[in-house]
């Protein structure tokens, strides 16, 4: 009886491993390997495709453009405003300085801001209110601001992705460092 057992436990695990190999699509037998392939072939006259091996899935242009009006500037030197407001308010516990400042600033540059302990910022205090610095091409979505602050000069890279988008610092470091 034991050995009767022994075979259907054995035969369940081929079973059950069977399965498992069809469905991650490595056993040869799979149906969808005798399908043919019948995506389109990719267009020669497209420069840029953003693809997933030699299937093609969109076309990539980028971002649209956008104006760098007086307007945009504006809010991107209001918003910048308000995050050197919250970088420099080194009284506050690490965590309280984090959450008072993550609003502000992209995903991207959290990453590194959660790391940064605010009784260690050399910039403490702002002495001055925020002006644009020159860019080479001016861009509807980038903005840089320029504080003068107790450890001299700083800027806040202002970034927004869309026109309807909220201006968000991707940066806040020394004038010398860019």
Request: hydrophobic fraction near 45%; include cysteine.
């Given at each position: 009886?034991?050995?009767?057992?022994?075979?259907?436990?054995?035969?369940?695990?081929?079973?059950?491993?069977?399965?498992?190999?069809?469905?991650?699509?490595?056993?040869g037998?799979?149906?969808?390997?005798?399908?043919?392939?019948?995506?389109p072939?990719?267009?020669?006259?497209?420069?840029?495709l953003?693809?997933?091996?030699?299937?093609?899935?969109?076309?990539?242009?980028?971002?649209p453009?956008?104006?760098?009006?007086?307007?945009?500037?504006?809010?991107?030197?209001?918003?910048?405003?308000?995050v050197?407001?919250?970088?420099?308010?080194?009284?506050?516990?690490?965590?309280?300085?984090?959450?008072a400042?993550?609003p502000?600033?992209t995903?991207?540059?959290a990453?590194d801001?959660?790391?940064?302990?605010?009784?260690?910022?050399?910039?403490r205090?702002?002495?001055?209110?925020g002006?644009?610095?020159?860019?080479?091409?001016?861009?509807?979505?980038?903005?840089?601001?320029?504080?003068t602050?107790?450890?001299?000069?700083?800027?806040?890279?202002?970034?927004r992705?869309?026109?309807?988008?909220?201006?968000?610092?991707?940066?806040?470091?020394?004038?010398?460092?860019?």
């Amino acid at each position: 009886m034991e050995n009767l057992t022994n075979k259907k436990k054995a035969a369940t695990a081929i079973a059950a491993g069977a399965v498992v190999l069809m469905l991650s699509g490595c056993w040869g037998g799979s149906p969808v390997a005798d399908q043919q392939n019948t995506e389109p072939a990719p267009d020669p006259s497209v420069s840029c495709l953003v693809s997933c091996q030699d299937v093609p899935q969109a076309e990539h242009t980028g971002p649209p453009s956008l104006a760098a009006d007086a307007t945009a500037t504006e809010d991107a030197i209001e918003a910048a405003v308000k995050v050197m407001a919250a970088y420099t308010d080194t009284s506050k516990s690490k965590e309280e300085w984090f959450q008072a400042l993550a609003p502000l600033i992209t995903t991207a540059y959290a990453q590194d801001a959660q790391y940064i302990q605010p009784s260690r910022l050399k910039a403490r205090t702002v002495a001055s209110a925020g002006s644009v610095v020159p860019a080479d091409v001016p861009d509807g979505h980038q903005v840089r601001v320029k504080f003068t602050t107790n450890a001299g000069e700083w800027v806040v890279i202002m970034t927004r992705a869309s026109a309807g988008a909220p201006w968000l610092a991707s940066n806040v470091l020394p004038l010398e460092a860019i």
